[in-house]
């Protein structure tokens, strides 16, 4: 039976930075389960779950660090005791756009997390208004809605974090 371990990786972007994780993984005889990566910046980051046989366990976590000799840094979370429950309730998707400013983010995490909102994938992004010429904000995000949650509730504290966000959430697998 394997072992469940999350890594996070990160690492200068250029070509065969994927491969060569996958083949640490695959050369110990590792299952890619999921994962979520994009180029930012400049630089290469991802989480990846994996499964990996327990024999293979110590190899593969050597093989791991020796991905920092070619500019490759990778954490390895795993055997953290009992994992948190998956959060219950209708799944939703959350898309906005408004103005950009300072703390936009922190302001909507904090709406979201005063709903008891949780967040299962979130993307952001800034580009120029087509329009204005001005930084403009997207976010989309899979959550999880508790059970009592009003929607319309959640959309409007999220609306009066910037006068002009439009915001939307849409019930998913409906």
């Known amino acids: 039976m394997g072992q469940e371990v999350i890594l996070s990786v990160v690492g200068r972007d250029r070509r065969g930075l ?3 994780l996958a083949s640490a993984i695959a050369g110990h005889d590792g299952n890619w389960i999921g994962s979520s990566m994009a180029r930012l910046g400049g630089e290469f980051a991802g989480i990846v779950q994996v499964d990996i046989p327990a024999a ?3 190899a593969f976590l050597a093989a791991l660090v020796a991905l920092g000799e070619d500019g490759i840094d990778v954490t390895v979370r795993g055997d953290q005791g009992p994992q948190a429950s998956a959060a219950g309730g209708p799944a939703a998707h959350l898309h ?3 103005a ?3 703390g936009i983010v922190r302001d909507i995490s904090h709406a979201l ?3 008891n909102v949780t967040i299962d994938q979130l993307h952001t992004q800034v580009f120029k208004g087509s329009m204005s010429g001005q930084d403009m904000f997207a976010a989309e995000a899979d959550i999880v809605l508790p059970d009592d949650l009003d929607v319309a509730t959640l959309r409007d504290a999220l609306e009066r974090i910037a006068g002009d966000l439009v915001v939307e959430i849409e019930p998913k697998g409906i």
């Open 113 to 115: 997390a005063l709903a």
């Open 56 to 58: 293979r366990r110590e």
């Open 96 to 98: 906005l756009t408004g």
């Open 100 to 102: 950009d400013h300072v």
């Open 18 to 20: 994927v491969d060569a």
